[in-house]
């Protein structure tokens, strides 16, 4: 079946610049996870969502980083007034939601801020 | 917090020979343990998993136990294969499989 896709898979924009990044997680998945791959910090967490609950914005690295999750299935990250410094590939993962399950990765978006 | 160590790579091995990447961990409570490999070109796939004292995770031939009085889940295969080259990552959840704490990663190379 499909698994969980992200769009773009590439994105280079100036910096300044507003981005959006969007995330489609398995269908029937409750749990969407946001995290950051960069070659300084490794992988971050970044955003957590379950069902209706309040996300778990405690990864968000500034206020210029926001997430949403329309329907409790798609979610885009946006990042407003881009730094050099928010250049990385950015991974969303989804889950069942239930406890012991297993998160399913995405291939990323890479963010290239010039 | 929560925080992850795992050797730095590369780690550079002959085909079939033995494996083990290092991982410890430092968490509060009793968390979860994981290791996620990434595959050349490919997204992060959960490789093997414990979620509690002593389990032993397996999969395609790696091993973890988990070492709760070490604080350790190294990761072990007994003969590697060209395939398994790829970025391994050692990972924690607590409080029911929530967000993920990963390691830096290490980066296996198999020589044929």
């Known amino acids: 079946g499909a698994g969980v896709s992200q769009s773009p898979s590439n994105k280079v924009t100036e910096k300044g610049k507003d981005v959006e990044l969007r995330c489609d997680p398995i269908s029937g998945h409750t749990a969407l996870y946001w995290y950051r791959q960069s070659l300084g910090q490794g992988l971050e967490f970044l955003i957590y969502f379950q069902g209706n609950s309040a996300p778990d914005k405690s990864g968000l690295p500034s206020d210029r980083f926001s997430a949403e999750r329309t329907g409790g299935s798609v979610s885009t990250l946006t990042i407003q007034r881009t730094q050099q410094e928010d250049s990385a590939v950015y991974l969303c993962?989804?889950?069942?939601?239930?406890?012991?399950?297993?998160?399913?990765f995405g291939p990323g978006t890479r963010l290239t801020v010039l | 917090g929560d925080s992850v160590t795992q050797m730095e790579g590369p780690v550079t091995l002959s085909e079939e020979a033995f494996l083990t990447i290092n991982c410890t961990y430092t968490?509060?409570?009793?968390?979860?343990l994981f290791w996620y490999v990434q595959y050349p070109g490919e997204g992060l796939q959960l490789l093997l998993k414990a979620t509690k004292a002593d389990d032993k995770g397996s999969n395609k031939g790696f091993e973890a136990t988990y070492r709760k009085e070490t604080t350790s889940f190294h990761l072990e295969k007994g003969s590697v294969q060209v395939s398994d080259s790829a970025v391994y990552f050692c990972?924690?959840?607590?409080?029911?499989?929530?967000?993920?704490?990963f390691g830096t990663g290490t980066r296996l190379l198999v020589s044929p």
């Open positions: 990972a924690l959840s607590d409080q029911g499989f929530q967000k993920l704490v």
């Open positions: 968490a509060t409570g009793y968390p979860s």
């Open positions: 993962a989804s889950s069942p939601g239930q406890s012991l399950n297993e998160q399913f």
